[in-house]
């Protein structure tokens, strides 16, 4: 059994990290320098977000060859830009690796970018802009996989899932790498989670504060200093 504050599975649908884990001490991993007293600790090691990704990538491509093999339709991967773009990345290649040894069927992929815009240093702003959905009609009738870096208040998201289904999408599933704990939350849930964390403001692995962090391997807390440092 796991002992408290330290990060366990949620029924294996994904890892609950508690409240009471402060994360990991910075000198224990390598940092880049201008960093080093930027973040307070280091909330998700890179290791573990790529061990992470690479079940949420089985069990996608699981549940898409049974998806296919009752209505064959192409699947469209949907990176929400900037912040998913590390993990989409990683999770398409787990994908492709997926389709590469599997010898008995395998998924026809394609990808296409949307950026959204909600955050204002370290706030939601409660106001969703939509900065690219170029042909996004080209959607229609196909299975898609939305890919996001983050779920907060869930706001963003149905924005989201509202403005792809005026394409008539075949289905529509989401990928998170993140969703946070918070009161704010309106109740969505994405259908695959990659880890669920308190309610603190996260950067790394291309998660930002006003564009800084975003060349961070890791997951990290971000620190006092860091938020003064950096904010506009």
Known sequence: MASEGTPQDEGDNYIAIPNDFDGYSRKLFCLPLHYEDKVESILIPKGLIIDRTERLARDIFC??????????????CLCVLKGGYQFFADLVECINKCNRVHSSSSIQMSVDF??????????????????GSDNLSSLGGKNVLVVEDIVDTGRTMKKLLGLLSEHNPN?????????KRTELSNGYRPDYIGFEIPDKF??????????????????????????EVYSH
């Not at 549940?63 to 469209?76: E, S």
């Not at 959204?116 to 370290?122: A, C, G, T």
């Not at 289905?171 to 969703?179: D, I, M, P, T």
């Open 171 to 179: 289905n529509v599933k989401v990928a998170s790498l993140l969703v």
């Open 114 to 131: 949307i950026r959204l815009k909600s955050y204002e240093n370290d706030s939601s702003t409660g106001q969703v802009k939509i900065v």
């Open 202 to 227: 996260v950067v790394g692995y291309a998660l930002d504060y006003n564009e800084y962090f975003r060349d961070l391997n890791h997951i990290c807390v971000i620190s006092d200093k860091g938020k």
């Open 63 to 76: 549940d898409m060859i049974g998806m296919q093999a009752k209505d064959p339709k192409p699947l469209v």
